[in-house]
């Protein structure tokens, strides 16, 4: 029988765990958390009552924001490689990771065995009788013969919804139906609010992909649903726009969220861990209880096998005793009442036997069921270890980053003062220019009206002069003229001289 400790250990471990400190948000295609206003980050806070509705809608808000970054990158991936995925493609196995944490979001403890269980395998079985079609999908998946939890069953019936592209279209007939989500969803959970009508819509885009799995070789009864943050992390070499101060805050932001999220994600561990050693415990307990139980039961068997050896024996007597007919009456009687409270004695300790035995094999099944929790815990822990790991990995890179960035703005600060250094002395220099400009506009004046002053008074002087030389210039060439008379005339008579010469030498001859 389940102890009040295993129900709430149990109920404790089947809890989803949400960063209600912070609200999820989207910066473009990127992942962002920013910190709640009303929310301190003094270290180990005390615990303060906040409001369960406030919440619940932190919750909605954060899921609907992780389904859009999910079906946006799962979208764009797929687009880009240009061909059928699988079930080993990891942004396919995070967007049925987020998908399978917006269907447990409010959902209504079921009580069993060993305590509370919570499955949406419950409403995902409705949808056959809202959309016939999907009477075929529910039927492969109660056919798969290596399911056996209702989990495993609901992720199953996801991968075959996706793989028949109506995903969308049985959430959305899901969804319109909230007087059968009642049953199953307390009213503020995400499937009953507007965020959950909202990712139906969006799953509409999951159309264009084609998907396909193999069911027979995957086990997902075991399978452990943790968020990876870092595949939506901002990364600092992506950002295109403007530099310097934006970028460190960009980067700052990142490094506290990283260091947050180390530090929930540490207080998780912890608190796995000390769930692990309380099942440790239990189940030594119950070890404990079952060794005692079995000894009982030996004890039981010993007794009732020396009851049956006095019985035979208390027969054999009664039988000689009624042959040889020596005993009287009395003894004959007492004997057979004490054959009578044996013969009780021995149906007792037989039920009794019986009900050991029961009780044996429901704690046996019990110590099995909680060897297999104890194992998905353990499969949990090394997860969120490997995903602790792979975030202080990441806040190692960005922590270069940012003394990178420190480093660039140092260099860009002295840089700047040296600029200012070289403009105040550009000013300086503009100045004595513009003051040299001045001055020699001034001279320029003063010559200006200097050489006015200069052509007034030497005018007329000018116009005489001009005057004279007009007069020069028409006496030139009035003897110039006179020349080419006087070199005409001496050219004449030179020739006439000549021919005079040569009539005598002629005569002579």
Known sequence: MPTPTTDKITQAAMETIYL????????????CLRELDDISLTPDPEPTHEDPNYLMANERMNLMNMAKLSIKGLIESALNLGRTLDSDYAPLQQFFVVMEHCLKHGLKAKKTFLGQNKSFWGPLELVEKLVPEAAEITASVK???????????GRAWLRLALMQKKLSEYMKALINRKDLLSEFYEPNALMMEEEGAIIA???????????????????????????????????????????????????????????????????????LQAKVDALEKSNTKLTEELAVANNRIITLQEEMERVKEESSYILESSRKATKDRTADGQAL????????????????????????????????????????????????????????DDLRALKHELSFKLQSSDMGAKQKSELNSRLEEKTNQMAATIKQLEQRLRQAEKERQLAQQDNRLFKQELGDKINSLQLQ???????????????????????????????????PRNWLR
């Open 333 to 388: 009687t007492e004997a057979r009442k004490q054959l009578k409270e044996e013969t009780q004695l021995r149906l007792d300790v037989e039920k009794e036997l019986e009900a050991q035995i029961g009780m044996r094999q429901e704690m046996e099944l019990a110590m099995k069921m909680l060897e297999k929790d104890v194992c998905e815990k353990q499969d949990a822990l090394v997860a969120l270890r490997q995903q602790l």
């Open 143 to 153: 056919d798969l013969p290596g399911l056996k939890t209702p989990v495993g069953r």
């Open 469 to 503: 030389v007009e007069e020069l210039s028409r006496q030139r060439s009035h003897l110039e003229l006179e020349l080419r008379r006087e070199r005409d005339r001496w050219s004449h008579s030179h020739q006439r001289s000549q021919e005079s010469k040569k009539g």
């Open 201 to 271: 819509g969006l799953l509409v885009g999951l159309n264009v992909i084609d998907a396909n799995f193999c069911m027979k070789g995957e086990d997902l009864d075991s399978q452990v649903g943790v968020i990876d943050f870092s595949m939506y992390l901002k990364d600092g070499n992506s950002t295109k726009g403007s530099e310097g101060d934006g970028q460190i805050t960009a980067i700052l932001d990142q490094k506290n969220y990283v260091e947050e999220l180390n530090r929930h994600l540490s207080a998780t561990v912890n608190n």
């Open 20 to 31: 209600c400190k912070f609200r999820v948000s989207m910066d473009g295609e990127w992942l």
